[in-house]
């Protein structure tokens, strides 16, 4: 009889958590959180001044996609924060899925279309870009680590594997 175990109970490595905890996380750590400061700097100084002189449907749509950018950008701080914590022994992996269900994070797309798009300020649409870069980046690696199928792993015993084999080699055919 041949035993199954959970992916979870094996010995494997999971590669995803490995991702987690390495070097490209931190660099994608650092990465999201620069982005959400050089975001609140801009839409706080430059952005202001920059909306101010824009037709009235692309001041419309800049309020629009700032707001996005902002709650996307703040769902990916959220969760890169809470693996952070992870990494660092603060919570487990799987307290960090149960705190994980309270952050919103979502694929949003940019919502102008792409004719009032061209009325943006460069800058703006730059940093909206990038934080779709960042939020499909940790996406990806969000389905890696908390959705990630449970496979069974076949163990066989060694006699298992003995008496099966002598049971083929013995076996009586009925030809």
């Known amino acids: 009889m ?3 175990l959970s992916f979870e109970d094996s010995n494997a490595v999971s590669f995803a958590a490995k991702l987690a905890t390495s070097e490209a996380f931190k660099s994608l750590f650092r990465e999201g ?8 700097a801009y839409l706080d100084g430059a952005g202001r001044e920059e909306a101010k002189g824009l037709p009235r449907l692309a001041a419309l749509a800049f309020a629009t ?6 709650t996307r950008l703040m769902q990916l701080a959220s969760w890169l924060l809470l693996q952070r914590a992870v990494n660092e022994g603060e919570l487990s992996q799987s307290e960090a899925a149960g705190e994980k269900r309270k952050v919103k994070l979502s694929e949003q797309q940019i919502a102008a279309s792409p004719d009032v798009l061209e009325q943006l300020p460069p800058r703006l649409v730059e940093i909206v870009e990038r934080s779709l870069r960042l939020q499909s980046r940790v996406l990806h690696l969000d389905r890696a680590i908390y959705q990630a199928p449970e496979r069974e792993i076949p163990i066989r015993k060694p006699l298992e594997i003995q008496r099966n084999m002598l049971a083929q080699a013995f076996a009586v055919s009925d030809a």
Request: net charge negative; hydrophobic share 45%; charged share 25%.
């Open 33 to 40: 959180m620069g982005l959400v400061e050089e975001t609140a």
């Open 2 to 4: 041949v035993q199954m």
């Open 65 to 70: 996609e700032s707001m996005r950018l902002t």
